[in-house]
């Protein structure tokens, strides 16, 4: 079973400052991808990486996927209060027959107005 | 569009019970997979089913089944219910098998007492 550690835990931080969020893994994958969820909802994902060395933008959000496809990281430019959520990261586990998704335990972000 | 839809929101059943927890997946999308996620965690793989078969299956006990129905919607039954299986249930849904990139539901709240 493949396993994704992810950093901080927890963060919480004032409106304006930039963070930077840790997935790492011994495993490679296939494909990562980022997700965000609030509470009482299901996940929402926001971006999926495939290549190693890959940078992907979405707006203040700059998702970078690992070289060797083992890692990757969530930076967010100016975080706002809107920004505040659990953030996962997931592998793309297919080692069987079913796509399977591994998640990384979340970074709870909180950002104070 | 209609995103992912799970019924119903909440549940509370008592121990040794039996609970079935219902998805409709996004129209046109004919994979489902659940996931079980407890409280600070992120979710864990349960079932992958395509073309109402499944395909994979997670490290989960005899208790939990799952079926898919020609509408594609599916069933998640959990048998014999223990405290531990309080937790809330995703379903995700994906265009065909052969992707990860997962659209999930808000969710069923279990709670077992």
């Known amino acids: 079973t493949q396993l994704l550690e992810q950093s901080p835990q927890f963060l919480s931080i004032q409106e304006g400052e930039n963070l930077t969020v840790y997935c790492n893994s011994s495993?490679?994958?296939?494909?990562l991808q980022w997700y965000r969820q609030e509470p009482g909802e299901g996940p929402v994902l926001l971006v999926t990486?495939?290549?190693?060395?890959e940078v992907k933008k979405l707006k203040r959000l700059t998702f970078q996927f690992g070289d060797a496809r083992k890692d990757s990281s969530l930076h967010i430019t100016a975080a706002q209060p809107g920004d505040t959520g659990l953030y996962l990261c997931?592998?793309?586990?297919?080692?069987?027959?079913?796509?399977?998704?591994?998640f990384g335990s979340g970074t709870q972000l909180t950002v104070l107005p | 569009d209609a995103g992912v839809t799970q019924s119903p929101t909440h549940l509370i059943k008592t121990r040794g019970q039996q609970v079935t927890l219902r998805c409709s997946p996004i129209?046109?999308?004919?994979?489902v997979s659940w996931y079980q996620q407890v409280l600070g965690q992120g979710p864990q793989f349960i079932f992958q089913?395509?073309?109402?078969?499944?395909?994979g299956r997670g490290n989960f006990p005899d208790r939990f089944s799952a079926r898919q129905f020609p509408n594609y919607s599916s069933e998640l039954n959990v048998n014999a219910l223990l405290l531990g299986d309080s937790a809330l249930y995703l379903c995700?849904?994906?265009?065909?098998?052969?992707?990860?990139?997962?659209?999930f539901g808000q969710g069923t709240r279990l709670t077992v007492v």
């Open positions: 997931a592998g793309d586990d297919s080692s069987g027959s079913a796509r399977q998704l591994t």
């Open positions: 089913y395509y073309e109402k078969e499944e395909r």
């Open positions: 129209s046109g999308h004919k994979s």
């Open positions: 995700a849904s994906s265009f065909y098998r052969g992707t990860t990139e997962a659209f």
């Open positions: 495993s490679v994958f296939s494909s």
């Open positions: 990486v495939v290549t190693g060395g």
